[in-house]
């Protein structure tokens, strides 16, 4: 087994990314093997890999881990970015499940069928400028630190500028509303390791396009 983590998942976003995302702003280099047929993924499925039968899976430290929320888990505490008591974890965790209840939203569009994604992308507008994004501004307001929790980095300060990148692709003026955010986003990005992920050729994925989804219905077997 490599001593580095290796990501098993399509070329793609998808629930691997913000596994990507952590891994990277904690600095530790990993590889990919990227699942490229319905043939791949079976293989690992017969080899005993994934205990339900699904990616992402991640194979670091002697373990296979599967399940997106718990290989998370465990990076962030490998990597010291799940806050130092359980008062912070708890915090984290809340605010973590906030971001992901937006995040599968904008995930979820690249499927939606053509005639439903204009009311999808409305939808998803009013809920980031009217529910989330006015919630993360308050809890930076409520404290005045540089982080959302604790005043230092962890995980959900990353998963937090995950999602913006994603609400900017959508629409870059809905951030306008909110400077402590845009503050946020613009110091985590300057962080050496996050700004080295960043840069065109990392192991960052691109939005999700047409082909990209059609390659993995042929994976997945999904219409």
């Not at 205990?51 to 505490?77: C, H, S």
């Not at 806050?83 to 984290?92: H, P, Q, S, T, W």
Request: with cysteine; charged share 30%.
């Amino acid at each position: 087994m490599s001593s580095k983590p290796v990501l098993h998942y399509v070329n793609a976003r998808g629930k691997m990314e913000c596994i990507r995302w952590l891994l990277a702003a904690a600095g530790v280099e990993f590889e990919e093997k990227f699942i490229e047929t319905s043939e791949d993924l079976e293989k690992l499925r017969k080899d005993g890999k994934l205990m339900f039968e699904q990616v992402p899976m991640v194979e670091i430290d002697g373990m296979t881990l599967v399940q997106t929320r718990a290989i998370l888990n465990y990076i962030a505490t490998k990597y010291d970015l799940s806050g130092k008591d359980m008062k912070e974890r708890a915090l984290i965790d809340m605010y973590t499940e906030g971001i992901i209840d937006l995040g599968d939203m904008i995930m979820q569009l690249v499927l939606c069928p053509p005639d439903e994604k204009q009311a999808k992308i409305s939808l998803i507008k009013d809920r980031t400028k009217n529910r989330y994004l006015p919630a993360f501004e308050k809890v930076l307001k409520s404290h005045g630190q540089d982080y959302l929790v604790g005043n230092r980095l962890s995980r959900v300060d990353i998963h937090l500028l995950e999602l913006l990148l994603y609400v900017e692709e959508i629409d870059s003026s809905l951030l306008a509303p909110f400077p402590l955010l845009q503050a946020l986003k613009s110091r985590l990005s300057s962080l050496p390791n996050v700004k080295k992920f960043l840069q065109p050729g990392s192991q960052r994925k691109p939005p999700t396009d047409e082909k990209t989804i059609e390659k993995a219905r042929k994976v997945f077997k999904f219409k």
